[in-house]
């Protein structure tokens, strides 16, 4: 009973919270035993600059809501052990390509909602243990294949909401173990039909809210563990099975909110994963129901919010609805006006009427 006792004691002893001698001014600092390591929060405390006097043993930096600006040479040099920054909401430009010269352990940096223009080249290559990048909230133009060079074990990197335009070839090339990439509410007009070459373990791609006209034939074909791809508000409207290639283990697709009027009949032949699909808010007036003949695990499909005709010339997608166990949005007839605003369901396939 005492070594129990004892041993709980001990526990007790190695988990306690101490102040740390030598804390930045202005910031309050707190040491953790078993092992020894430090964890520094700056947040919100009027900085102008990167702190310089930091705990050896630190390996939380909590840097939030300041006023910094650039991120000098060696910045991360003093504290060896840090494996989280939160930078979000400084007024961060500029970043030096040796900022980050050090820092080997560093697995979290979040530099969301700053005023990054550029990322310099090779700014990251010394990160070989970063696992999330955010940067998102920022004003960055360009990416270029050597600004990751090196990020061999990233696996999340967030980019919404900047003013890239373009994804040159081989940009991601080096982030092969890349899980999760975030690119929507950009500007992106123009991809490389090489933008994704290297991410063959993205599970997670996100281009919502771009200005995509066009997706290149070929341009998914190095994503074949792809399982989520949304490509919502974009100004998309074509879809073939070539922009499709090598899709074959994707399971959600997103595409409201596009431009889309026509599907042909073997575009998702490929993809027998897939089991949501969303098509809402397109231009559809009618559709093939053989689209979906190929396509056994699919279970949810949103297709309404599209103007739909409800004439002879979708009867085949009438029957396949009548037969299938998929659920759907329910979709309502646009057109002829006998029909407007009925539930496309409703009807029989046999008594809608054709076109003159």
């Known amino acids: 009973m005492q070594f129990s006792v004892w041993l709980i004691v001990v526990a007790v002893v190695l988990l306690v919270v101490q102040d740390v001698q030598g804390c ?3 910031c309050k600092c707190t040491r953790k035993s078993s092992p020894e390591k430090s964890e520094v929060n700056c947040h919100k405390r009027g900085l102008d600059n990167f702190p310089s006097n930091l ?4 390996w939380v930096l909590h840097l939030g809501e300041n006023g910094i600006v650039n991120l000098k040479a060696g910045a991360l040099k003093p504290v060896p052990r840090i494996e989280s920054i939160n930078l979000e909401r400084n007024a961060i430009k500029v970043i030096h390509s040796r900022a980050f010269f050090g820092a080997k352990q560093l697995m979290l940096l979040n530099l969301n909602d700053n005023h990054i223009t550029n990322l310099p080249p090779r700014g990251f290559q010394h990160l070989l243990n970063l696992r999330f990048l955010m940067l998102g909230q920022n004003q ?3 990416l270029r294949p050597e600004t990751f060079l090196g990020m061999k074990n990233l696996s999340d990197l967030d980019l919404p909401q900047n003013r890239l335009t373009t994804l040159q070839p081989n940009v991601f090339k080096s982030l092969i173990i890349l899980r999760v990439l975030d690119l929507s509410l950009n500007r992106l007009h123009n991809i490389s039909p090489k933008a994704f070459t290297g991410l063959r373990q993205l599970m997670f791609l996100n281009l919502d809210n771009n200005r995509l006209k066009i997706i290149p034939a070929g341009a998914f074909r190095p994503l074949q563990s792809l399982e989520m791809l949304v490509l ?3 100004f998309l409207s074509n879809l073939s099975r070539s922009t499709l ?3 074959g283990n994707l399971q959600e697709f997103y595409l409201r909110n596009n431009k889309l009027e026509h599907l042909p009949p073997d575009v998702f ?4 994963k897939l089991s949501q699909l969303a098509l809402s808010g397109n231009r559809f007036k009618t559709v093939d129901g053989n689209v979906f003949a190929h396509m056994p695990e699919l279970k949810r499909l ?4 599209n103007p739909w005709q409800c004439d002879c010339n979708i009867d085949s997608f009438v029957r396949w609805m009548g ?3 998929v659920s759907l949005s329910p979709l309502r007839c646009a057109g002829p006006p006998e029909v407007w605003n009925k539930i496309l369901s409703s009807l029989q396939a046999s008594k809608m009427p054709c076109p003159a």
């Open 232 to 234: 919502d508000n974009n």
């Open 24 to 26: 930045p001014d202005m």
């Open 140 to 142: 960055i133009r360009n």
């Open 245 to 247: 290639e090598g899709l």
């Open 269 to 272: 032949r490929d993809m027998p």
């Open 323 to 325: 037969h299938t166990k």
């Open 302 to 305: 949103y297709f309404h919010d």
């Open 55 to 58: 705990p050896k043993d630190a």
